[in-house]
């Protein structure tokens, strides 16, 4: 499975609460039908004020030449689709986003754990996106990563499904992939990992501990941007 991640910021006139009613309530009815979408999930902060994003927007197709027409290719971050659904949600996006301070990821989702049978709306999330230490190759990234640190994430109490999401052409892509990893309770989260402001968190026990640790192995955490949020799956095709 492929995705794309917008990580959301409003336009400069536009309050957080406007924001969200206008992507909720408009937006989101275009994107959900884009050709080739067949999962569509959107991701609220818990506490907007403390927030490096106003939400996520990720998108799922099953080919990934339909997730390019539809929302371009890495680096063309003003792609220009030419009809249905995907050409009116671009449209749109003028109305309440500042496009220009939108990261953007392309990747494919490997499952790691997943205790939820994929059900994934109204769980918390802590999305991760990861950039690597200065001095490593995206490729020694991945290996530490997948072989080293994502045994240990996978097993952070609290944590029932967890997901990473690899580049799908790492030489142009904003982030060297993103590590998602759900929660039932909001508690357990910010235990493990932080609360939203909260980048050099200290959890004292157990695996978060360890993970925590093993972090500074290979990320640069200064550069890494992150977001905790409440997710709600508005289609989801994978289940039928």
């Known amino acids: 499975m492929y995705k794309h991640v917008a990580l959301l910021v409003r336009k400069d006139d536009m309050s957080h609460e406007?924001?969200?009613?206008?992507?909720?309530?408009?937006?989101?009815?275009?994107?959900?039908?884009?050709?080739?979408?067949?999962?569509?999930?959107?991701?609220l902060p818990v506490t907007p004020d403390a927030a490096e994003f106003d939400g996520l927007a990720e998108l799922?197709?099953?080919?990934?030449?339909?997730?390019?027409?539809?929302?371009?290719?890495?680096?063309?971050?003003?792609?220009?689709?030419d009809k249905?659904?995907?050409?009116?949600a671009r449209e749109d996006v003028?109305?309440?986003?500042?496009?220009e301070k939108r990261p953007r990821f392309i990747g494919e989702v490997v499952t790691q754990k997943d205790e939820v049978d994929g059900k994934t709306d109204g769980l918390y999330k802590h999305s991760a996106f990861l950039v690597r230490k200065d001095g490593?190759?995206?490729?020694?990234?991945?290996?530490h990563w997948q072989n080293n640190h994502?045994?240990?994430?996978?097993?952070?109490?609290?944590?029932?499904?967890?997901?990473?999401v690899l580049p799908t052409d790492p030489e142009n892509a904003e982030f060297d992939g993103i590590a998602e990893l759900y929660f039932?309770?909001?508690?357990a989260l910010h235990d493990a990992l932080g609360s939203e402001g909260s980048r050099d968190y200290d959890p004292d026990k157990g695996k978060a501990k360890e993970a925590r640790e093993d972090v500074n192995n290979f990320l640069a955490l200064e550069k890494r941007p992150r977001f905790i949020g409440e997710e709600t799956v508005q289609k989801d095709e994978t289940r039928d």
């Not at 003028?94 to 496009?99: E, G, I």
């Not at 994502?150 to 990473?164: L, M, N, S």
């Not at 039932?184 to 508690?187: G, K």
């Open 136 to 143: 490593m190759s995206h490729e020694e990234f991945v290996d």
């Open 84 to 88: 249905g659904k995907a050409k009116e």
């Open 184 to 187: 039932e309770d909001l508690d």
């Open 94 to 99: 003028d109305n309440f986003l500042a496009l």
């Open 60 to 81: 799922y197709f099953e080919d990934l030449d339909a997730l390019h027409d539809a929302l371009g290719s890495e680096g063309s971050r003003d792609y220009d689709p």
């Open 18 to 43: 406007e924001f969200v009613e206008y992507w909720q309530n408009n937006h989101t009815e275009i994107a959900r039908d884009i050709e080739g979408v067949v999962k569509y999930s959107t991701v």
């Open 150 to 164: 994502t045994p240990i994430a996978r097993e952070i109490e609290g944590v029932v499904k967890y997901d990473t």
